[in-house]
T-cell receptor, first 115, second 118 residues
Framework: AQSVTQLDSHVSVSEGTPVLLRCNYS??????LFWYVQHPNKGLQLLLKYTSAATLVKGINGFEAEFKKSETSFHLTKPSAHMSDAAEYFC?????????????FGTGTRLLVSP | GAVVSQHPSRVICKSGTSVKIECRSLDFQATTMFWYRQFPKQSLMLMAT?????????EQGVEKDKFLINHASLTLSTLTVTSAHPEDSSFYIC??????????????FGPGTRLTVT
């Protein structure tokens, strides 16, 4: 079965500094990987997705992630944090065993942004 | 586009009663919808996959007789928690997928429903 591990439950940054949210995946095949963001009382929003095209994926709101097969990683980065980036972030892999129907979520990383 | 709504956003019910949660795709037709459960400060766990016009497929450990799922139309799926107990209190989230078939099609998520059973 495929899985993802988010290495940090909380990440704290100051506004204007870089953001790094770490994610490692486990997969027997070439996975499809996603990052979703969850703001309080709002639905999950897709930030970006990797589906075996370019390894560097650019998403919304200035976020990007790089797929590194040799490291089995898909870390999420942003050059400069904004207060509005404070939220819960989920790294997600699609389960190839189910024809990519199902999403398997990581445990989440809460990003805290201080002024 | 691709908006998914859930109703109600919050519900409080007494132990032993049943609660129905609706998930609607507002501007697209969703052949497949998914129901997730999220405990406080935890990740989302898939409960079941629902295809329009057919029976839902439940994940291991999810009681299908307790969590009744109906996907009667291409824009509506409902989750009914029957004979609810306090341990069923949780955040329930639905998602909808456009189209069928193999492929990493994006899922669009609803805002969730907070269920509290007293």
């Amino acid at each position: 079965a495929q899985s993802v591990t988010q290495l940090d439950s909380h990440v704290s940054v100051s506004e204007g500094t870089p953001v790094l949210l770490r994610c490692n995946y486990s997969s027997s095949y070439s996975p499809s990987l996603f990052w979703y963001v969850q703001h309080p009382n709002k639905g999950l929003q897709l930030l970006l997705k990797y589906t075996s095209a370019a390894t560097l994926v650019k998403g919304i709101n200035g976020f990007e992630a790089e797929f590194k097969k040799s490291e089995t990683s898909f870390h999420l980065t942003k050059p400069s944090a904004h207060m509005s980036d404070a939220a819960e972030y989920f790294c997600v892999v699609s389960d190839q065993n189910t024809g990519f129907q199902k999403l398997v979520f990581g445990t989440g990383t809460r990003l805290l942004v201080s002024p | 586009g691709a908006v998914v709504s859930q109703h109600p956003s919050r519900v409080i019910c007494k132990s032993g009663t049943s609660v129905k949660i609706e998930c609607r795709s507002l501007d697209f037709q969703a052949t497949t919808m998914f129901w997730y459960r999220q405990f406080p400060k935890q990740s989302l766990m898939l409960m079941a996959t629902s295809n329009e016009g057919s029976k839902a497929t439940y994940e291991q450990g999810v009681e299908k007789d307790k969590f009744l799922i109906n996907h009667a139309s291409l824009t509506l799926s409902t989750l009914t928690v029957t004979s609810a107990h306090p341990e069923d209190s949780s955040f329930y989230i639905c998602s909808a997928k456009i189209g069928r078939g193999i492929g990493a099609d994006e899922q669009y998520f609803g805002p969730g429903t907070r269920l509290t059973v007293t």
